[in-house]
């Protein structure tokens, strides 16, 4: 055999030689090729059934606060969302600022809900490592929501609202939001946010607002 074919025939066992090797060594570990988790972006979670009030501050004072005025009359054990909306509508809810007036019990059970599993649906991350919470109305925060707990001893939950999103989910608009004492920025929205900008008129229930309105007929004066 020449030297040229003896040469040819080493590197065909060398390459052999190498691959079985990598075949007989052990797999590579499961975390190493598995997909990462995406990361839980929970904001808020608190029971619903313990909220007693609900607070939506600016910088000028309280521009809205919802007060539950009597607790529900039953609670289910492990309610579907609607079914728990149902039942926590049974709390009597009546707006305290800025007029006093009932409100619509079905609503507010409903963004209360939202507000109790608060997720964001986004983290916002940029090139550089801080972000300007400024341009986002987060510096100084456009609005405080606190929510207040039966708990004694349990302070307010409380999030900072920034300016809306061009982002709507469903009929609901979205808000830049943060935690106070963070420096990260979410994007979060639903019935509970739909709370930040939402006129006393929009609270209340249908019949009271239509007992409000001016009868029909000609105005004299």
Do not use: C
């Not at 929970?42 to 009030?53: E, K, S, Y």
């Not at 599993?117 to 300007?132: Q, S, V, Y």
């Not at 935690?179 to 739909?194: I, M, Q, R, T």
């Amino acid at each position: 055999m020449s030297k040229a074919r003896w040469l040819l025939v080493l590197l065909v066992v060398g390459a052999l030689a190498v691959a079985l090797k990598f075949v007989a060594s052990e797999p590579a570990p499961v975390e190493t090729v598995q997909e990462s988790k995406p990361p839980d972006l929970q904001l808020v979670a608190f029971d619903p059934w313990a909220a007693a009030a609900i607070v939506v501050e600016d910088e000028t004072g309280v521009r809205l606060r919802l007060v539950r005025t009597a607790p529900p009359e039953s609670r289910a054990a492990t309610p579907a969302q609607d079914a728990a909306a149902d039942e926590l509508a049974l709390a009597a809810w009546e707006l305290a600022a800025p007029i006093t007036a009932p409100a619509d019990s079905l609503r507010v059970a409903e963004a209360v809900l939202a507000l109790s599993d608060l997720r964001a649906f986004r983290r916002l991350d940029t090139a550089d490592e801080d972000i300007d919470a400024a341009a986002f109305g987060l510096d100084p925060p456009r609005l405080r929501l606190e929510i207040h707990l039966d708990a004694p001893d349990a302070g307010p939950i409380v999030l900072l609202i920034g300016e809306p999103t061009p982002v709507m989910v469903g009929d609901y608009p979205t808000y830049y939001v943060r935690l106070p004492g963070s420096d990260e920025v979410f994007a979060a929205g639903g019935p509970g946010l739909a709370l930040a900008d939402a006129a006393p008129q929009d609270l209340m229930p249908r019949a009271s607002l239509e007992n409000d309105a001016p009868a029909d007929g000609d105005v004299h004066d």
